[in-house]
């Protein structure tokens, strides 16, 4: 009898248990979807978690906390767990004792909003007759199982005729439209399902690519050997934005083995940088700027414009230099606007681009717009403010169009808000000044 109520007991506080869990994944889960606590969450993650886990959850000292690989749990409320309790031997510190029980649940809906790649994935190997045999019956099943590291391992085969697929949950961008891209796709048998539904293959031949969903969908890939050769089997396939600019995230081994190592990050610590690799969306010929106070700005050569402005971390320019460059440099910090939206002289005129030269460690650009000398540079000692200067060699007056963003308050040099179009008369020393405040 004793017996008998000790296990009923025990039952009731396992489904009480398990009942609160649930509440918890599901709370926890909303969370993720609200930008409010994301962005609380971001950043009380990127001051305390970041220097282990890397600002982009990559991983570093710590463990990628975007992939499918979680050594102490994935779900909602085993992280929040995780978090509050740490992890001492490895040096994780229990952070339930700093932050609140709110402070803690948005640190996780963050993590979890940057999910990515597959989760429980499964993968299952079939044998064929020959290259012509597409016949899938359960008699040719040879080989199944799981792969905890969430990439699709096309190096499985160890037979020269074969169909498999690889199918699990799958997490894309929420915020973007992403797609599946095959690299070197000709003449692969190549399919792929989301939710059950086959997904129209676009892109070309030898560059097939097909759209994904938003968010979590149940994915899908089939690759049949055919008449590929046995060297060119083991597949390359990445998930891009769409116009093919950015290697988001591996999806097969492969492709994770290629972009490992390959982030290589230009920050400015003790004085400004100077950078001319190319930059994702912004036009050519753009030279970007970094400075201290982590805030960055791009200045045109050819149109003499400022193309773009974000603060934090200045680039990765490691897409740029990996293999034969054919991918853009990413600012690493928070866009605050980019070309077409710009800093530009009205009317708008050809500009000749003199070059530039370091003042007191502060990059100073020179060009001529009607045979008018300007010279331009940037300071900050914040990341919230930058101020732009021209100099100028003669007396006439500077009127520049400004982007309308709506997080920036823009100042003359008496602090006065100015709007849309900045005619301004420069003062006694030549120069003109615009000062750009970014609101919270």
Known sequence: ????????????????????????????????????????????????????????????????????????????????????????????????????????????????????????????????????????????????????????????PEIEHYFIEFEGDFYAPKNMDSQLWLQWGFPHEYNVFIDGLQVHKGGTAWFPTWGLKRGKQRLKVTYHSGTSKPGQRNLIVYVTNLDMTIKLFALSSRAEQIMAGKNYEITASNKAVVERKRINELPPYTISVGLPSKINYAFNTKSCSIVGLWSGDMLNIGPNIDGRGDFPSLPLGDLVFKYPKQIKFEPSHSCKYLGYTTLNDVPVFKFQIQNETYQFWGESNSSKEISFYWQLTGHKNLRLSLPQVDSIQWQDHNGKTVENGFDAMPNKEQQVLLKAVIKQ
């Not at 609200?34 to 969450?41: A, D, W, Y």
């Open 1 to 156: 009898m004793k017996n008998g109520v000790f296990n009923l007991v025990l039952l009731l506080l396992i489904l009480s248990s398990d009942l609160m869990a649930n509440e918890v994944n599901q709370r926890l889960t909303q969370k993720s979807l609200s930008p409010i606590e994301i962005k609380q969450g971001q950043q009380l993650f990127e001051q305390v978690c970041a220097s282990c886990h890397s600002k982009d959850l990559s991983g570093a000292s710590g463990f990628n906390l975007k992939d499918a690989e979680w050594v102490h749990g994935n779900k909602p409320e085993a992280i929040l767990h995780n978090v509050k309790t740490g992890f001492a031997n490895a040096g994780m510190p229990a952070f339930g004792a700093i932050f609140t029980e709110s402070q803690l649940e948005s640190i996780v809906a963050y993590v979890i909003s940057k999910r990515e790649g597959w989760d429980n994935l499964s993968y299952k190997l079939y044998q064929l007759n020959g290259e012509h045999d597409k016949e899938i019956t359960a008699d040719k099943l040879v080989k199944s199982g799981s792969l905890p590291k969430g990439f699709a391992d096309y190096s499985i």
